[in-house]
């Protein structure tokens, strides 16, 4: 099997991308590492912007190190602010 990581446009960080996948589906597609494969939530991506208000979010995902910055964004603890690498311990 073979993998690719690339940066879409407006994108600050890589997606991991394996051969088995079209091209058509790339930017519905995230590899989140090596442990955490997110291909089957690829029905929830939306390419494109997303108009929404900010009291509909309900989770903000940032690295801790970011979540001075982010912590701006709450009311009342909502969103939750949640590091993606904490996925190994759910």
């Known amino acids: ?21 079209p091209p058509q589906l790339h930017p519905y597609v995230n590899v989140i590492n090596e442990a955490f494969d997110a291909t089957h939530e690829r029905e929830w991506r939306y390419a494109g912007d997303l ?6 979010a309900m989770f903000v995902f940032c690295p801790v190190a970011e979540f001075a910055e982010f912590a701006g964004v709450q009311t009342a603890g909502t969103p939750v602010l949640f590091d993606l690498q904490w996925l190994d311990r759910i």
């Open 1 to 21: 099997m073979l993998k690719a990581t690339f940066t879409c446009s407006g994108e600050r960080f890589e997606r991991s991308v394996f051969n088995f996948i």
């Open 51 to 56: 108009d929404f208000a900010y009291n509909d």
